[in-house]
């Protein structure tokens, strides 16, 4: 396309890796546009409506005109004191709701923001690969340098971290952390985030430590907080979002607990960016945290339900090394001999009008893998299921 503006865009977008699902959106898009019926199971957006008791808390705060103005960047007191109050009940872990709690326009935002908190151009930021693609773009927009720790299969998706470069250990400031994991559903057992914690003291790391899928374990498994470590608080800064746990993707809610100085360091970088989120939407946000635990306990059980239909179903189909997740509303899946990443999504696509996502997309160690997001109903799944069968006997190749 010709460039109007006569510039390029910034070199720190340059930087970003590329984009590689072009491709893959096209034949999405053109699927759509000729009414094929597409099973989209791509993004990580729960299809579960918001619980309406929620809706409500909403519909109330909303017809206050003392919520249309601007927030208070620090979220409203009552917000940080839920907040404080659900997250001791949760993890028996006291938080200050003054200096140690920062509530964010969902937790993406503050996970982005927090490289431009801390890093001076040339630092370097320690990011999980696979992993949530904003770790490295935050850093990147920082001018800090991303150093990639691979997640592989063989330590269970828990990054190496007598493996890190030393130059770059030297230069680092910070390490992103994620679990339950983000694209490959492990969950870290306490001893890792233990270790994670001496390695940070020893080298001088702040640790962000990414809880988004903390509250959907499965099977009644419930996944700790870094900040319950004893001594975690010195450096460690945890993101949460009410975004999955209550299906609010698109309420822009999510929050930061933990070392008071991150907090502040956070705090100052949004307070110039952002008036923080609509009172109406911080209101809904207690009521979730005080009253939500049933629902959330609800929804949950239907993506168990998904999880074992779809595990199952692909274990029917001679797909046998695949793992049952204990843990958030994702599929990871080892691609069949003799496919990539791609070709096996743009297979599914094709012949099956399947939509999942290819794990080079989160990073260089995703190849080999694809995902599948549990975000369609068990009927859908069992349809899935059915087309995919119908390639893997080559029955469904079209022109
Ligand atoms: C979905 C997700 C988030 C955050 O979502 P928000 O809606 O911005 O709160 C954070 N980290 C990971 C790994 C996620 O998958």
């Excluded at 999980?128 to 299969?153: E, I, K, N, Q």
């Excluded at 809904?284 to 339900?305: D, H, M, P, Q």
């Amino acid at each position: 396309m010709p460039n109007t503006i006569g510039f390029e865009m910034s070199e720190r977008l340059g930087k970003l890796p590329p984009y590689l699902f072009a491709e893959i959106d096209r034949l999405k898009r053109e699927a759509v546009a000729k009414g094929r019926d597409i099973i989209d199971m791509g993004v990580g957006d729960p299809d579960t409506p918001t619980p309406s008791f929620i809706i409500e808390a909403l519909n109330r705060a909303s017809r206050d005109a003392q919520n249309h103005r601007y927030a208070l960047d620090a979220g409203m007191p009552q917000l940080r004191k839920a907040i404080a109050e659900w997250y001791e009940s949760r993890y028996e872990v006291r938080l200050d709701p003054e200096r140690e709690i920062l509530p964010l326009i969902g937790s993406k935002e503050g996970i982005a923001h927090m490289p431009l908190a801390i890093l001076n151009p040339g630092e370097v930021a320690l990011i999980p690969d696979p992993g949530y693609p904003p770790y490295r773009s935050g850093t990147v927009f920082a001018g800090g340098v991303p150093c990639l720790m691979p997640l592989l299969a063989e330590n269970h998706f828990l990054p190496d971290l007598g493996d890190i470069d030393e130059t770059q250990l030297k230069r680092a400031k910070m390490m992103f952390l994620n679990y339950p994991n983000n694209p490959t559903t492990a969950c870290a057992p306490l001893e890792f985030m233990e270790e994670a914690l001496r390695f940070g003291k020893k080298n001088g790391l702040a640790i962000c430590y990414d809880a988004a899928y903390a509250e959907m374990g499965f099977e009644g498994y419930e996944a700790p907080s870094f900040l319950g470590i004893e001594g975690a608080k010195e450096r460690c800064i945890e993101f949460h979002s009410l975004s999955k746990t209550f299906s609010m993707t698109g309420w822009r809610i999510g929050f930061a607990v933990g070392n008071a100085d991150l907090i502040r360091f956070l705090g100052k970088i949004k307070s110039n960016v952002d008036s923080g989120i609509f009172q109406a939407v911080q209101w809904a946000g207690v009521t979730a945290l005080r009253e939500g635990a049933e629902e959330a306990r609800k929804i949950l059980k239907i993506y168990e339900e998904r999880r074992n239909v779809l595990v199952t179903g692909l274990r029917k189909l001679g797909w046998e090394n695949i793992e049952m997740p204990a843990a958030t509303f994702y599929v990871w899946i080892p691609v069949p001999p003799g496919y990539t990443s791609q070709e096996i999504t743009l297979k599914f696509l094709r012949e099956a009008d399947i939509v999942v996502t290819p794990g080079n997309g989160f990073g260089a160690n995703g190849e080999g893998y694809f995902r599948i997001a549990l975000t369609v109903p068990k009927q859908r799944i069992q349809e899935a299921l059915e087309r995919i069968a119908k390639i893997k006997a080559g029955k469904a190749k079209r022109p």
